[in-house]
């Protein structure tokens, strides 16, 4: 991923820290955030290589999320171990200090430190050998370090409010959300809306007999072949547990069901290699469509499909049932 730094700095117009202040305080985009960080940084540093990377993995690894290097910016996601490095050294002292940065030129380490003095991450800044901050210079970047550092803890937290954080996918509340939101385009404009709603057959047993943490890798793997089957305006949750749902906006019946044997081959036809063990699963999947015979709210819709899993799941497993009205109880 890279921008251009030009146009970038086109679009941002940095007037002044006032301004800076104000675009990262208002996104809600990680990877936005990180383009009007190193942005920002640049303009009023005049630095050609900055780095920002984020502690992971209970803090024994850095993780880089932006570069900006040779006028562009790209997110490399590559991971770092702490230990005897510099990020090692300022996660122990919270405090910025001059390294030589990863690209071997001298670098200003400065730490991000978040709510209750927890140390988030830090901004690397590639300077000059000779090169010296003046005061003001100094004051500026602190600030821009401290904002930056609390944007960052809030796009974390509305993250976790909306995305769950195994799957990566909605959580409940959201797709609740999202579910009226599509069920009154539909009324409002026409066209049709499907719903899936997924249980893993079984998923007691994986736990039971592999673990949690193997029942884990389950959900997230299944969590990614949905996204792999799914376009880009379809909304998918983890509704709780080893229950899943897809919303379809402008699908039919008849391509929901294409969608959903799709999916179910795709999960039947895997093989999860986890701690030594091949393992296979399956889905049971519960249907229902917009509009249909007395299928027209958004609770008709998710209730419809939910009563056809659940008796799909009291008959036989790995199968599909697709609800034809509102009381529709059979496959």
Known sequence: MASNLTSMNEEISFRNLDEA????????????????????????????????????REDNF?????????????????YIPTGDTPFGTILESKEAGIY??????????????????????????????????????????????????????????????????????????????RIHEETARVKRYGGNLGLMFADIDHFKRFNDTYGHPV?????????????????????????????FVILLPQTNSYNTINMAERINNMIKNHTFKIQGHNIKSTITMGISTVPQNGIDTPQDLFESADRVLIDAKRSCKNRIFVANNINDSSP
Request: no cysteine; net charge neutral.
């Open 62 to 78: 850095v993780k880089n999320i932006g570069l900006l290097s040779g006028g562009k910016i790209t997110i490399p996601d590559t």
């Open 215 to 243: 029942g884990d890798k389950i959900l997230r793997k299944i969590g990614e072949i949905f996204r792999e089957a799914s376009r880009e305006t379809d909304v998918l949750a983890r509704y709780g547990g080893d229950e």
């Open 100 to 177: 030589r940065s990863t690209s071997g030129a001298k670098g200003l380490y400065l730490p991000m430190i978040g709510s209750k003095s927890r140390i988030q991450g830090v901004l690397v800044i590639d300077i000059s050998e000779n090169e010296h901050f003046t005061e003001s210079a100094q004051q500026t970047i602190n600030i821009l370090t401290a904002l930056i550092s609390a944007s960052l803890e809030r796009i974390q937290y509305y993250h976790m409010a909306i995305y769950d954080g195994l799957t990566g996918l909605y959580v409940r509340h959201q797709f609740d959300i």
């Open 21 to 56: 202040a104000r675009l990262l305080a208002s996104e809600t985009d990680r990877n936005r955030l990180v383009n009007i960080a190193l942005m920002s940084l640049t303009f009023f540093t005049h630095s050609k290589r900055i780095e920002l990377w984020l502690f992971v």
